[in-house]
């Protein structure tokens, strides 16, 4: 079977375009025109053409020389059209390769976090504060189910002397960089955290979920533990820093934000393991010296994992406070010998605080 | 693509060929959508083949008396020059980035109680923040023009670009400045150099690229910008006197007046781009004897711009409205346990029921991002491509059989820098 149709050359010299017949030739596996031999396994048919209508063939030889057909039939003859290129200079892109990972790598892992450490030491109280409020607002905004208003604060005014107790216990054996401001917030989740510059968040749900108020004191110890070693506004810090540099490698393509944010989660929380474990040793400290015995953490780390259930496997890596059962076990360990706790609040006390969102305020 | 004309008959009338568009709306969705969903499953990685893949399909739809163009970049290259601009921009953004975070935080107020000068410091910050990384931006628009240009292929003839992207970094900084001070009146001559700047580094094959034409012409493009600042100003005036007067129907006249320019000087800012663009392409000069002219129509553009935005506004809402009903199923049932209180489902089971109406409206959500993605070329960015293209036309195009080789360029870092900056658009 013979082929031959009508092409144009372009001989990638000049811009002129040259008319000329090319026929297969099967006994030496070329195509053959005027002043051209092409071999057929070396011509490659160029990909994600607009129309269709015409074969524009290439070969692996020369970059730039083109050969233009309209009989689409030539296709048959042409074993490796579809082949692709070779991957050239491969140890270039392996040197880039290894040089972006190491670069990415320095700065996510070395400089951000020495940075951050550095540049917390420095921020200003009222910026910091002001960052912690803005925190906190966001935070209510989107905790909102009802879509009406931030989540409110808790205010029962015997509620608030109570937890102004615990406080007062414990500010009093902390030296603390910051004034502290505390919050509770009308909302069921079983959680606590400090934001920048000295405010420490309560939610109703821990509230309720705690058993005594020496494990309501122990949280209360773990977030001073955070607010001391300014770990919200490093971790701020590191954010931003790591953020920057996060957005660089995915680009902006779909979904972009969220494997961005997973990425960022991710970091964090290798970040954090580092952070809670100071904060549960400062906590430890604390209660000690307010007479307090740090079991109390270790009482209700085992509530939270009773709630967490089989959930944790998964979540754990999502999550920054990982390894609870270790955790349990270091405040066990860290009960002196033959501690006697002093009570913290009497029974009327600790109900008031119990029930202290019986009264919630919009500020 | 129209072979015909080249097949057959080998001169063009009247000193002149005609340059169309061809790419069609079937083929390039169906891209858009495979190259799409591969840069979605491989987080992102394959975006450098797909930019790669599409612009090959536009630059082959370019047909300029029967031969069309050729985009010879390559994916691997683009990943390349990815992996260059990480190293040099990882850690300065991460850096700066912090830095200025930290700095904003010095000046960081809260919005409640904070006085004037405190909100203004807190602006200031935020467009130095800008700034920073504005070199950056202009250095790759240049490097990424530049490298597209290499890529470009004419008759297997290359384009090319000079080198020079700290020069038009410098300008850019030069003319911007200049036009802000002068609150905008100077902006043409700032379009009008920098695009003088680029076309004198242009060649096609060996031969050099002019950009002929006086920076003050474009004035005329800046006609309904004009008009538009006239209108606002008149509103502004109409509702000063008239509340100061407490003439209602003076204020009534004022806003209205108000939403009209507001709207005009949208309309404006595309007039100006587009007849600016036809402006600078019709006063090219190639090698002193190939001219181009180009007619581009603002009304046609603003209309493919309400048609399409309109269009794909509708489509979205269908697109997003598949991806929800498709998670309905795992929902199914849940909603009695809350009607009657009496549990049919373990916990389990509602909780595996939940997480998979999470998973399908996420995919969903994704999926549904990439078909936008698709749409919006096809309704939008391609049928403004083909407009603009559609009306050029090159005067005296036999001198383009005279055109000769030039070198191929081996920049390493192709269009990297744009990428990892986000410029640059769909194409």
């Not at chain 1, 002001?130 to 189910?145: H, K, M, P, S, Y």
């Not at chain 1, 604060?153 to 414990?170: M, N, Q």
């Not at chain 1, 270091?330 to 029930?355: H, I, N, S, Y």
């Not at chain 2, 001219?291 to 309400?306: D, L, N």
Request: proline content about 4%.
């Amino acid at each position: 079977m013979s082929f031959a149709a009508e092409a144009i050359h372009l001989d990638g010299e000049s811009g002129q375009p040259i008319r000329l017949t090319v026929t297969v030739d099967n006994t030496h596996q070329s195509l053959t025109g005027p002043g051209l031999h092409w071999p057929l396994n070396t011509i490659r048919e160029l990909p994600d053409t607009a129309g269709g209508d015409l074969v524009i063939l290439s070969r692996t030889e020369n970059a730039v020389e083109r050969l233009i057909l309209k009989d689409s039939a030539i296709r048959a003859h042409l074993p490796c059209r579809r082949r692709s290129a070779p991957v050239a200079n491969r140890p270039l892109l392996l040197k880039w390769a290894a040089a972006a990972m190491g670069s990415v790598a320095l700065i996510l892992f070395v400089l951000v976090p020495i940075m951050a450490d550095q540049l917390a030491n420095y921020i200003p109280p009222e910026g910091e504060r002001a960052l912690g409020q803005v925190t906190l607002n966001e935070i209510r905004e989107a905790l909102d189910d009802s879509g009406l208003e931030p989540v409110r604060f808790c205010t029962d005014p015997d509620g608030l002397t109570a937890l102004r107790r615990i406080e007062a216990r414990l500010s009093g054996e902390a030296d603390l960089p910051v004034e502290i401001t505390v919050h509770i917030l009308d909302h069921e989740m079983v959680n606590a955290f400090a934001l920048p510059g000295g405010h420490i968040v309560f939610f109703r749900g821990l509230i309720e979920q705690a058993g005594a108020p020496d494990e309501l004191a122990a949280v209360f110890a773990h977030e001073m533990g955070h607010v001391a070693s300014r770990d919200p506004t490093r971790h701020a810090l590191r954010s931003a820093g790591s953020i920057g540099v996060l957005g660089l490698l995915f680009g902006d393509f779909a979904g972009g934000a969220v494997v961005l944010f997973l990425a960022e989660r991710l970091i964090d929380a290798q970040y954090s393991q580092t952070a809670e474990a100071a904060a549960d040793v400062f906590a430890h400290d604390l209660m000690r010296r307010a007479g307090l015995s740090p079991g109390a953490l270790a009482t209700i780390f085992e509530r939270f994992a009773a709630l967490d259930g089989d959930t944790r496997t998964f979540m754990q890596h999502f999550m920054s406070h990982p390894a609870l059962g270790d955790r349990i076990e270091r405040a066990r360990r860290a009960v002196p010998a033959g501690l006697l706790p002093e009570p913290l609040m009497g029974d009327a006390d600790w109900a008031a605080l119990q029930t202290i969102c019986s009264r919630t305020a919009r500020n | 693509m129209h072979s015909e004309e080249r097949l057959s008959a080998s001169t063009p009338e009247g000193g002149h060929i005609e340059v169309s568009y061809a790419g069609a709306q079937g083929p390039m969705f169906a891209l858009m959508l495979k190259t799409g969903l591969l840069t979605l499953v491989t987080l992102g990685l394959y975006r450098f083949w797909q930019k790669t893949r599409v612009r090959r399909y536009i630059w082959s739809s370019v047909n300029a008396g029967g031969d069309t163009f050729e985009y010879t970049g390559t994916g691997l290259e683009k990943f390349l020059g990815f992996l260059v601009a990480i190293v040099f921009l990882a850690v300065y953004l991460g850096v700066v980035q912090m830095i200025l975070f930290y700095l904003g935080l010095n000046i960081m107020v809260d919005t409640d109680t904070a006085d004037e000068g405190d909100l203004i410091g807190m602006v200031a910050a935020s467009v130095i923040s800008g700034l920073a990384v504005l070199p950056f931006l202009l250095f790759a628009i240049y490097r990424a023009r530049r490298y597209k240009m290499a890529r470009t292929r004419f008759r297997g003839i290359r384009l090319g670009m000079e080198k020079g992207a700290w020069g038009y970094v410098i300008r850019a900084m030069g003319y911007g400045l200049l036009a802000i001070v002068s609150l905008g009146l100077l902006t043409p001559l700032m379009t009008f150099r920098l695009e003088q700047y680029m076309t004198a580094r242009s060649y096609y094959g060996s031969t050099r690229m002019r950009q002929d034409g006086r920076w003050s012409d474009l004035y005329a493009a800046m006609k309904h910008v004009f008009i538009a600042l006239g209108i606002l100003l008149a509103s502004g005036f109409l509702i000063y006197t008239g509340s100061e007067s407490d003439t209602i129907p003076k204020i009534v006249l004022g806003v209205i007046a108000m939403l009209v320019g507001y709207v005009w000087i949208f309309v404006g800012a595309i007039y100006y781009a587009v007849q600016s663009f036809g402006y600078l392409m019709s006063h090219k000069v190639l090698g002193n004897e190939i001219r181009f002219a180009a007619e581009p129509r603002t009304g046609t553009v603003i209309k493919t711009y309400i048609l399409g935005g309109l269009l794909l506004a509708l489509l979205s809402s269908v697109v997003f409205g598949i991806a929800f009903a498709l998670a309905m199923p795992f929902l199914a049932g849940i909603e009695s346990l809350f009607a009657d209180g009496e549990a049919t489902m373990t916990e389990t089971q509602i909780m595996t029921r939940m997480i998979g109406a999470g998973v399908v409206v996420g995919i969903g959500y994704l999926v549904g991002l990439v078909v936008m993605q698709a749409l919006t070329m096809i309704l939008i960015t391609q049928p403004v491509l083909a407009h603009y293209i559609g009306t050029i036309r090159i005067l005296n195009p036999d001198a383009l059989d005279r055109v000769h080789q030039r070198a191929a360029e081996a920049g390493i870092d192709a269009d990297g820098f744009a990428d990892a900056l986000d410029i640059g658009g769909a194409i």
